[in-house]
């Protein structure tokens, strides 16, 4: 890894898409986009960015769809705003990016955090979510359930939350060593081989840029206080 600071450029990576920046809900987003049809908007998880849906970039525009991966705030090339790291307004920003992208809906895919986005975008702007996948996010209800429920089951795979809520500590450990825990993370999250030498490089640079490891645990810190308040 690389002793200097990465720029948020650094995640501008080449590839058959295009990159630019959309405004949305007064907040500017970073897109990847590719292809032409309906559109279908992908929405990353922690601790990524825009380029965990490379394949899938790819693989839905051939299949004849309008394909758009964002940074979510506070990620890669987007803008780090010092709050709106509840879901209640990240909802609003996919909303508001579906419409900036001059369609009336799209169908939404979200990962993780992204995951979450598209059920709150679901419930909050029903007319604009045309059809919805979510990958490794249940329900908010459904989770907040299980965790009571299954202390050592859900509750325990749940509980590094708890360890995100002190105030710079946990910025300062992802960060540390060249984000080092964000190979750590990803590794226990992920099936065998996963990351691969590429992607734990990408991810951790990422995670390097100034304000995103402050950003990305703000959504942390609201989750956590909506599940267990």
Do not use: C
């Amino acid at each position: 890894m690389e002793d200097t600071v990465p720029e948020p450029a650094s995640v501008l990576i080449d590839g058959p898409w295009r990159h630019r920046d959309v405004s949305a809900n007064g907040t500017r987003l970073h897109v990847a986009e590719l292809g032409r049809g309906p559109l279908v908007l992908l929405l990353h998880g922690f601790p990524q960015f825009w380029w965990a849906w490379r394949h899938q970039l790819t693989a839905l525009s051939a299949a004849g769809y309008r394909v758009v991966a964002p940074d979510l705030r506070g990620y890669g090339a987007s803008d780090k705003p010092p709050r709106g790291y509840d879901a209640f307004t990240l909802s609003d920003d996919v909303a508001g990016l579906i419409r900036a992208l001059g369609e009336q809906d799209a169908v939404i895919v979200g990962h993780d955090w992204g995951g979450l986005l598209g059920w709150t975008t679901a419930t909050r702007h029903p007319m604009v979510v045309r059809r919805l996948a979510v990958l490794a996010m249940p329900h908010p209800l459904r989770l907040r359930h299980q965790i009571a429920a299954d202390p050592r089951g859900q509750g325990a795979a749940s509980r590094y939350l708890a360890g995100f809520q002190l105030p710079w500590r946990p910025e300062r450990s992802l960060v540390a060593r060249d984000a080092l825990r964000v190979a750590v993370l990803l590794r226990a999250w992920g099936g065998p081989g996963y990351p691969d030498a590429e992607a734990e490089g990408r991810y951790r640079s990422a995670m390097r840029i100034p304000g995103v490891a402050h950003s990305s645990l703000e959504y942390h810190r609201w989750v956590f206080r909506s599940l267990f308040r």
